[in-house]
């Protein structure tokens, strides 16, 4: 089932797009990562989803409904980058409104509070939570009422691994429960597992959207193949596979995919000398590059 | 209405946490006792009772007080709102920017009320209990009470105005002491100096009854004193107010919250979150 559905939606600053025709369908219980550098358009994508900022071309529909209309907003939760609730409330308080501001029950707001953590710092004023406990907050709101679609900016942002991780559980919950989530990240790595789906944002053009997977291969960046050989056993390694030295005892290798077997075919030859081998696919981090610079990224 | 009372339950818990309440009720149940023991003195000497001194020393404290009062609740609604991001959270709820305006100005009237109705209180009481009111003293209360509530609502409105156009809570903060300085200080300065150049002329019998009820302030000073034994003790300006009918300057009450509060509305609307 589509939960949203955007066809070619631009947005215009005078002369500047900074969305420009962006085409993107997010299914229920998918998890997409919007990724793009400061300026790319992310959060002005997410905000015409919202309906708060008008779009000046193309169309946006959430199970149907229009951006920012009733039934829309009904369905969809959102959560800002680095929002700051009122500090002199309690946690209690804050989500309390939010239940209401939703019609439902205020005791759901205290349920949300034990699944997110809080529930020991739920009547603590606000001004006393740490960063992490204050985005905790925030997602909590982002759990109440009939949504459909989750919308995320920069959620993890200033949290602890610890907390991320923490997260990323309330967010898979949110897909298995059957709900569509968007989210918007700059820290790379911990989306590999976390994600269904990659979007990249360049300059308000959406450049890549896909499975990480698929990313991958498209992009034909290369594989490395970290080579741990026995004692002095580097230069050796070199004169028969190739690569540079690392550290004195170790080699790297850097292939394409399709080569990767015959490579290590190759090692296998040599294994009197290989203590370990490493297999290091490119990394999101990598992709990130490719895609948001349309350069590949140097080894 | 359900996301209407929510939010305004929302923002009286904010406005109890932040003190303003406790502000608001004690700046005016302090400048109402006082005023009311200062009144003593001269209640005798003119002949009327305790409380029409008093109200008519609220009256000229209030045009200064409510406004400022009604300014610092306000200021702060939208601004403050943008300025920690959870504007655009709230607005990504099923609200509409009307009822979120509404909300707000439903809990800072409330507090507004209460507290002009305990400072007012106040006066009355102690008025009685020292010694003399009358049927006609306890009306003007009354009037008092009614139009500082509409004086206290219209400039409410334009705090929300003006926390729109400036979207940060500093520059809101600086813009809404201006307002207040220049409607209600220095224009009153600027019809008395046009008055005194006019000498009596064409812009101090058309034209200055109208700018004199076009701003709350005055409007609010002649409803309180015109046809008022109150009247009596004071000069000026309420005097000029008499040549056109009582109900001019009440209706430009009544007029100034609902027009005010659809500016606000109408620049709000124009805030992309």
Known sequence: ?299 | MTAVLAIARYELLIVRRNLWVAIAVGLMSLFAVVLTMAGSSTAGALGVDRLTVTVTSLTTLSVYLVPLIALLISFDAIAGELDRGTLALSLSYPISKATFLIGKFLAHFATLAVALGIGYGAAGILSAVLGSTSAESLVALAILFGSAALLGASFLGLGYAVSSIARQPGAAAGLVIGLWLVGVVLYDLGLLGALLADDGGVFTTKIFPWLLVANPADAFRIVNFAGSEAAVITSGFATAGNTMPASVPLAAMAVWPPVVLTLAWGLFRRIET
């Open chain 1, 1 to 299: 089932m589509t939960v949203l559905q955007i066809a070619g939606a631009t947005k215009r600053y005078g002369n500047r797009e900074t969305v420009s025709d962006v085409s993107l369908t997010v299914n229920a219980g998918e998890r997409i990562a919007l990724l793009g550098h400061n300026g790319a358009g992310k959060t002005t994508l997410m905000r015409m989803i919202l309906g708060l900022t008008p779009i000046d071309g193309g169309q946006i529909s959430i199970l149907g409904h229009a951006p920012g209309s009733n039934g829309a907003s009904r369905l969809t939760a959102f959560l800002p980058e680095s929002v700051a609730f009122h500090r002199s409330l309690s946690g209690r308080e804050q989500l309390r409104h939010f239940a209401r501001l939703r019609g439902e029950p205020v005791a759901r707001a205290d349920e949300l509070l034990e699944r997110v953590g809080l529930g020991a710092d739920a009547d603590r004023r606000i001004a006393t939570y740490s960063k992490g406990m204050g985005q905790r907050l925030g997602l909590s709101q982002a759990l109440l009422g009939q949504r459909q679609l989750s919308l995320l900016d920069e959620p993890t942002s200033g949290l602890d691994p610890i907390a991320r991780w923490e997260f990323y559980k309330v967010v898979d919950e949110i897909a298995a429960s059957g709900g569509a989530v968007v989210m918007s990240s700059h820290a790379l790595t911990e989306l590999e597992a976390r994600t269904d789906r990659i979007a990249i944002l360049r300059a308000g053009k959406l450049v890549a959207n896909d499975s990480l997977e698929t990313l991958r291969r498209e992009a034909g960046l290369p594989v490395r193949l970290h080579i741990a050989g026995r004692p002095d056993s580097a230069d050796a390694l070199i004169s028969n596979l190739g690569g540079r030295p690392i550290n004195g005892r170790s080699v790297e290798l850097a292939c394409r995919e399709e080569e990767k077997m015959s490579y290590l075919t190759a090692v296998n030859a040599v294994s009197h000398l290989v203590e370990d081998i490493e297999i290091i696919p490119p990394g999101l981090d990598e992709l990130y590059r490719h895609f948001s610079t349309g350069e590949d990224a140097g080894p």
